[in-house]
């Protein structure tokens, strides 16, 4: 169409610790599920847990 324009979908995972609350949003990768742990937190030595997966529509 003329007036289309080219959309790209930009998938993010959201991660919390549970034990000092901080959020950490990050690009998605292959294999995050839901509620499953993660990766060490950043600010305690807690280790963080994915909760939430979600697209955000980026358009040129």
């Known amino acids: 169409?003329?007036?289309?324009?080219e959309e790209t979908i930009l998938?993010?995972?959201?991660?919390r610790c549970p034990k000092c609350n901080?959020?950490?949003r990050r690009d998605f990768s292959e294999g995050d599920v839901?509620?499953?742990p993660s990766s060490d937190c950043s600010f305690c030595d807690?280790?963080?847990?994915?909760?939430k997966i979600y697209g955000e529509i980026f358009q040129k």
Do not use: H, P, Q
């Open 11 to 15: 998938a993010y995972t959201v991660e």
């Open 1 to 5: 169409m003329i007036f289309s324009k």
């Open 46 to 51: 807690g280790i963080t847990v994915i909760e």
């Open 22 to 24: 901080k959020l950490n």
């Open 34 to 36: 839901l509620f499953m």
